[in-house]
């Protein structure tokens, strides 16, 4: 089984964790961590270590933060660092959609790696542009029937 922890700035994880039990339920698999509005590297850091620190049964841990580059996934990737002995992932560029899939594998998936790739594929297929289809309109026989 794999650890998931959901990370990003504001009330991100939170709002994550809200819509993601709305549709797959709650699962003490998952750890929600936000970076709220004054809260310092160090604190987030410790947080995130807890998060890991408290999946360190599972088979390893994937951790789903919102921005490339931004503070929580910098943090999670060094947090991750300091805990060599665990199998860690770490992505950026969350959707709900993620979150969902991870739900409903992180039980039978033993492979952190496997997961963060599938998560990849779901994340990107499930971006998608409403388009609305025009129909041509038939064409008329040519005695106006």
């Given amino acids: 089984m794999i650890g998931l922890v959901v990370t990003g700035h504001?009330?991100?994880a939170e709002g994550m964790h809200s819509s993601a039990k709305m549709i797959a339920g709650e699962n003490e698999n998952i750890k929600y961590v936000c970076f709220e509005d004054g809260m310092g590297l160090e604190e987030?850091?410790?947080k995130l270590s807890a998060a890991?620190?408290?999946l360190a049964g599972n088979d390893g841990i994937v951790v789903l933060s919102d921005l490339p580059g931004g503070s929580p996934f910098k943090t999670a990737v060094e947090v991750s660092m300091s805990h060599p002995d665990k199998k860690i992932e770490v992505l950026a560029g969350t959707n709900l959609p993620m979150i969902v899939t991870a739900a409903t594998m992180i039980?039978?998936?033993e492979d952190p790696k496997a997961l963060?790739?599938?998560l990849i594929t779901t994340g990107?297929?499930?971006?998608?542009r409403f388009e609305l289809a025009v129909r041509e309109e038939e064409e008329e026989d040519e005695d106006g029937i």
């Avoid at 990107?124 to 998608?128: A, D, K, T």
């Fill in 107 to 109: 039980e039978f998936e």
């Fill in 52 to 54: 890991y620190t408290e």
């Fill in 124 to 128: 990107q297929e499930c971006i998608v």
């Fill in 44 to 46: 987030l850091g410790e």
């Fill in 10 to 12: 504001g009330l991100f």
């Fill in 116 to 118: 963060a790739d599938e």
